[in-house]
């Protein structure tokens, strides 16, 4: 005997097992034992019947919709209201129609299983009326009533019939109403975003490159041209944080405005030191003890409060948005810290005023885009590339060095629309 | 309440109530057979709707010298098989080189059938199949070889693996269940 106690007792477990099926089961059972049962003519009348009671349904839906629109001046509130009062109507449709003809619907249409239809529950409800050419083109009345999928929720979880209903010999005014319920959708679903997205604040932070741009080969320290040089900054990194307001001027023109810091960080190699004492702070103020020493590096921190203004255009505006900015900055000077390399030297911070060999007020012009992504009602994410070039030098114009930095950087922003 | 051959009769004439009964009575077995050959609850319920098509359609020609459970369930394991060919096609079965270690005799006592389901459902394709047909609906490896266009060999290096496979995770969810005491369902 081949089968052993192993096998036995595997058999066994089985033996009496039970597990219940879905309900579906029985239901795709009784359509297919329909579908063989030569009933197809009374299922297409069903389905026809069915199908007609959907559209009137639709219809009065759409006339309720029509007239609230008159009545009200908001139109996504009319939009809203007209579709949620009229689910009540279609979900009772929907229960009389899953009730007693989705079975024969799916029936009739014998090139899709049934199975398939009923078992997946999240597959949304396609209703596709249409109407012969003719019609199409004198009415422009080709529905397509897949696009009402959002206004009828509830019916999306029973059945996906399509339904090709018959070309009428008059032009239908319940299709006309619905061919202008479907205009009015699109246009409400196009406007929707661009309605809700009038202010809107962002934070972001953003870090890229920093190109000091200087027009002389090489730079005497300020005030000290004939002791001491030093060589040209390299480019550096810059870095950001910025906190913005915008708001829409017109359907495509946005003005913005906010607060940035900036953070430039530059290297260049000096020969200059300050005798014994070692300070370089000291020879800034004073050269009577500056000396050349051994060449050595220094990196060069500024800080920058930057006021950007900015106009920006929006090229696209779905989920995914689409805008370029341009415009200038006032930026106010706070600190530059020299660190050099040797440690004989001591860390040096040349703040704005009179003494200071840095303009305190500077102008930038800006150039930047910004793709975004709406992750929620109230949010964006964006990635913001963009050019920051100073419009002047930001020495004083006595001195001979002339540095109009470039940063080129990548920020990652958040907008809370308001 | 209709006896089986009441409801046979029935049946046969096409009386939608006493099909549904029908179903109601056997239904949840079969749907058991559905899935031992099956990955998923959907896929079970699909063959499990095709057979029981089959059996409303084959009532004509069923002779009641065999036990309409048995009957259906042959046809439930055929459709379930014509389901399954496309893919054993798609993915041959092979021999495998399986040695049959020699283990001590798994024991199923504390294992709830639908652990001994998922255990199944989890064997590779061709052994599933092989191991059902073999183990629980019992046919030899001659028969389970021309049912499926295999070699013999290939059917018992199959259900070798199979029973390896399926001891070692008995043994696994025995250790689990003397150690906490209960089955996990």
Redesign the interface.
Known sequence: M??Q???E??????R???????D???T???L??DQ??GKKGLLILIQLLAAASIVFAMGIGGVYYLDSAQVQNSQSAKLNNATLDNLDEINSQESIISNSTSAALDQSNSSVKP?KML?DGTESLQIVAVINEEMSRSRNAKVEFSQLQRPLPKLSKVFQPTLIISPPTEPDAGMLLLARLQDEERKYQQEEIIVNEKIWTSVGIGAGTFHPNTNSSSLSLQGFDNIASSSNPSAGTSYSAAVSVAGKISRRIVLQGGVTYLSYNAEYTSSAALGTKASLNEFIVSNEQLVATSPYKVSSNLKYMSIPIQAGFILFEKNLALQINTGISTDIFLQNTLTPENSDLDKVTQSSGADSPYRTINFSGLVSSELSYKVGDHYRIAINPGLRYALNSIYRSEDSAQIEPVSVDLALRFRYIF | MLSENELIEACRK?N?AS??AL?DRF???M??VC??YSRS??E???I??EG??KV??GLEGFRQDAKLETWMTRIMVNTALNHHRKKLYLFPMVDVEEIEIPQP????SG?H??Q??EMIQSLPQGCQVIFNM???E?Y??KEIAKMLSISEGTSKSQYARA?NLL?AKIMKESKYHQTYGAAKV
Not at chain 1, 16 to 22: D, G, L, T, V, W
């Open positions: 081949e089968q106690k192993f096998e007792s595997f058999k066994g477990a089985f009496n097992a039970e597990i219940e099926p879905s579906t089961v029985w795709n059972v009784e297919d034992l063989h049962s199975s078992k | 096409g939608r099909q549904k179903y239904c949840k077995k749907m058991v899935l031992r609850t959907p079970a319920e699909d499990l709707q029981f098509v409303f359609h005799e798994a024991s199923l294992i059938f639908t001994l389901l073999f183990a629980i019992g030899g490896h029973k001891q």
